[in-house]
């Protein structure tokens, strides 16, 4: 019995075949979303240390307005989205004189909270998706298995006997769907793991540089009243 490429996909039926296609598609969104991510996250590690230091820089010297505009030149970066949101919030309601104090900071920190859950989100933008595949394929390629074990007992049946001619085709392609299940699923692991790493640091990095901004603003009124 041929069990050549080309033979098991002659030799697979419909419900073989649409288990296949599944799983390339699978992987195929795996493969994009990866290489999407990575460049997204290496885009915004590289410009947040650039951007990290320039703005320590002019918030030094007092000069707010100068790191608001800076973040709109590092846009891909997650500190000057959560920076930018929080001075740009603080130099405006700082202007309105039916705002104490601790209004302003008060609304400052919501806007930088506000801002952090939506950067956050995109940052896990696609990640989901890795995680259902990777705890699907393996399940869809057990099905493709036991499509493939029927497709044998299914030949076994026609041809009378139970010699390793009339099953290897179907057993072949039993193996064949177990292993595609699984090379799909475990690269999906792994890149959900080391992509919920990466966010978390992201996330932590966004926690700090909150936390130093609303001290900016504490130190700025404090200096202002005396």
Same mark, same amino acid.
């Given at each position: 019995?041929?069990? /050549?490429?080309?033979?098991?996909?002659?030799?697979?039926?419909? %419900?073989?075949?649409?288990?296949?296609?599944?799983?390339?598609?699978?992987? #195929?969104?795996?493969?994009?979303?990866?290489?999407?991510?990575?460049?997204?996250? =290496?885009? *915004? =590690?590289?410009?947040?240390?650039?951007?990290?230091?320039?703005? @320590?820089?002019?918030?030094?010297?007092?000069?707010?307005? *100068?790191?608001?505009?800076?973040?709109? !030149?590092?846009?891909?970066?997650?500190?000057? !989205? &959560?920076?930018?949101?929080?001075?740009?919030?603080?130099?405006? /309601?700082?202007?309105? /004189?039916?705002?104490?104090?601790?209004?302003?900071?008060?609304?400052?920190?919501?806007?930088?909270? =506000?801002?952090?859950?939506?950067?956050?989100?995109?940052?896990?933008?696609?990640?989901? $998706?890795?995680?259902?595949?990777?705890?699907? @394929?393996?399940?869809?390629? +057990?099905?493709?298995?036991? &499509?493939? #074990?029927?497709?044998?007992?299914?030949?076994? @049946?026609? /041809?009378?006997?139970? $010699?390793?001619?009339?099953?290897?085709? $179907? #057993?072949?392609?039993? +193996?064949?769907?177990?292993?595609? $299940?699984?090379?799909?699923?475990?690269?999906?692991?792994? %890149?959900?793991?080391?992509?919920?790493?990466?966010?978390?640091?992201?996330?932590?990095? %966004?926690?700090?540089?909150?936390?130093?901004?609303?001290?900016?603003?504490?130190? !700025?009124?404090?200096?202002?009243?005396?």
């Amino acid at each position: 019995m041929d069990v /050549s490429p080309q033979a098991l996909w002659e030799s697979m039926g419909f %419900m073989a075949r649409a288990v296949f296609f599944v799983l390339l598609f699978c992987s #195929i969104y795996m493969v994009t979303v990866t290489i999407e991510r990575l460049i997204v996250y =290496r885009k *915004a =590690r590289k410009t947040s240390v650039l951007f990290a230091v320039e703005a @320590a820089q002019r918030l030094r010297e007092n000069n707010p307005d *100068a790191v608001i505009e800076l973040a709109k !030149k590092y846009r891909h970066s997650h500190l000057a !989205k &959560v920076t930018s949101a929080g001075l740009f919030e603080f130099t405006h /309601s700082d202007k309105e /004189s039916a705002l104490s104090d601790d209004d302003v900071i008060a609304a400052s920190r919501r806007a930088i909270d =506000r801002t952090v859950l939506v950067t956050t989100a995109e940052l896990k933008r696609g990640i989901g $998706g890795l995680a259902t595949i990777a705890t699907t @394929a393996p399940f869809i390629g +057990l099905f493709g298995t036991v &499509v493939g #074990i029927i497709n044998a007992f299914h030949g076994m @049946a026609l /041809s009378g006997s139970g $010699g390793i001619g009339a099953v290897s085709a $179907g #057993i072949a392609e039993a +193996l064949v769907m177990t292993a595609f $299940g699984l090379l799909v699923a475990i690269p999906a692991v792994w %890149m959900f793991n080391t992509f919920t790493n990466k966010i978390e640091r992201f996330s932590m990095e %966004m926690s700090n540089a909150s936390s130093e901004l609303i001290d900016f603003f504490i130190k !700025k009124h404090a200096a202002e009243r005396e």
